[in-house]
């Protein structure tokens, strides 16, 4: 490892760190180095191959561009209920 606190993790070094009860799951604490030479900021994709976890970059953030696509569809008029409006006989008397 590194003695110079500044200088980059070494590329394909191994580090060993602590796993730790974190509520009712595990989690281990990622040095900011690693981070900053990752990319890696606030969330994350896990996979699991073979006897590996593998945290990386996510290529798409989740729900990415849904605002806009939405819009897109109210523009052309594809917004409508697909199953139409549902009630039941019996809510008649219920206030909103």
């Given amino acids: 490892m590194n003695k110079n606190p500044k200088a980059p993790f070494a590329v394909n070094k191994s580090l ?8 009712n799951s595990r989690g281990v604490v990622i040095p ?4 900053e030479q990752s990319g890696i900021e606030e ?21 990415d561009g849904w605002a806009q696509d939405a819009q897109n569809l ?14 039941n006989e019996d809510d008649g008397d219920w206030v909103w």
């Avoid at 109210?74 to 549902?86: H, I």
């Fill in 16 to 23: 060993q760190t602590m796993i730790r009860a974190i509520g």
């Fill in 32 to 35: 900011k180095i690693i981070l």
């Fill in 43 to 63: 969330v994350v994709d896990m996979t699991v191959v073979d006897d590996k976890i593998i945290l990386s970059k996510p290529k798409n953030m989740v729900r």
């Fill in 74 to 87: 109210a523009k052309a008029g594809e917004d409508k209920l697909l199953l139409g409006d549902f009630s």
